[in-house]
């Protein structure tokens, strides 16, 4: 996998989605996890790889509609597509970035844990100059 | 709506929709994104934003005991997250009110404001439960 085409220099960062998963655990079993799971963020962070992570509160807003008319309260996502938390990794492939999502403690309690490359440029502007080169060329 | 709104750990927006309204010319979809940057650059000139990116929307999924590997697509384009800032506001509302400047908004991009935890929202609720039954 390592190979220049699947280098990125922004790096990767990581999305965790989960239900209530702790819902079903003992505290001693969450406390367990938690543990696990920071041990497992500052590891990342002393060798490099990480950015410290943070937690996101499950509560929040969505805006949308015309000039953000509409405000309405919570995620926008369904309770299992919720995103927890992130982690922004500071490495090189997708495949080094895949490797620590899969070391994460928690998947085992049925975190879905979603791996994105960073960019500086944004993908739309890249597609606003694709779609100007088509037009020049259907009109050439 | 009020002070106990208050947090000192940020927001964080994330954008959702990874592609505009259908027919949306270069030209426009070019000033759609100028704008943003443009947006993102006075955010960070005043303080408030302290990071920010768009993300490619390619990808993979790890999940489950077995950790399995998939591809992208993560979620239908609609919801699928192009992007996030972090906001250094101390009030949703006026996360709330930076979300609502969005140059997305009016060709369907959603924004999600998430107050950022100091800690893990979970390890906090079991403390306080603990403290309870102590008492």
């Known amino acids: 996998m390592k190979n220049m085409s699947t280098q990125k220099q922004n790096g990767y960062m990581l999305l965790f989605r989960s239900d209530e998963w702790y819902e079903e655990l003992s505290h001693d079993e969450i406390q367990k996890v938690i543990g696990q799971n920071n041990a497992w963020i500052e590891r990342l962070v002393a060798q490099g790889k990480a950015k410290p992570g943070h937690p996101l509160q499950r509560n929040g807003a969505t805006i949308s509609g015309k000039n953000g008319r509409i405000v309405s309260d919570g995620p926008f996502a369904e309770a299992k597509e919720v ?18 999502a899969q070391s994460s403690p928690t998947l085992a309690y049925g975190t879905s844990i979603e791996v994105r490359p960073v960019t500086e440029e944004c993908p739309l502007d890249v597609r606003a100059r694709e779609l100007a080169r088509e037009e020049q060329l259907a009109s050439a | 709506m009020s002070t ?66 998939s591809d992208g697509p993560f ?38 404001v998430r107050p950022v935890a100091g800690e893990c929202p979970i390890a906090a609720d079991i403390r306080k439960e603990a403290q309870f039954a102590q008492v």
Not at chain 1, 90 to 95: G, H, K, L, R, S
Not at chain 2, 35 to 61: C, D, Q, S, Y
Not at chain 2, 85 to 100: G, P, Q
Request: some cysteine; glycine content about 10%.
């Open chain 2, 4 to 69: 106990q709104n208050q947090n000192q750990n940020g927001y964080m927006l994330l954008f959702r929709g990874t592609d505009l309204r259908k027919g949306v010319s270069p030209e426009e979809l070019q000033k759609v994104t100028d704008n943003w940057m443009a947006w993102f650059n006075h955010l960070t000139e005043e303080g408030k934003a302290v990071a920010g990116n768009p993300l490619e929307r390619e990808g993979k999924i790890v999940s489950g005991k077995d950790r399995i590997v």
């Open chain 1, 83 to 100: 995103i927890g938390g992130f982690l922004l990794l500071d490495v090189e492939t997708i495949a080094e970035a895949v490797a620590i």
């Open chain 2, 75 to 112: 979620a239908e384009s609609k919801e699928a997250i192009g992007g996030y800032f972090l906001l250094d506001v101390s009030t949703i509302e006026e996360a709330v009110a930076i979300a609502k400047e969005c140059p997305g908004l009016p060709y369907g991009i959603r924004v999600e």
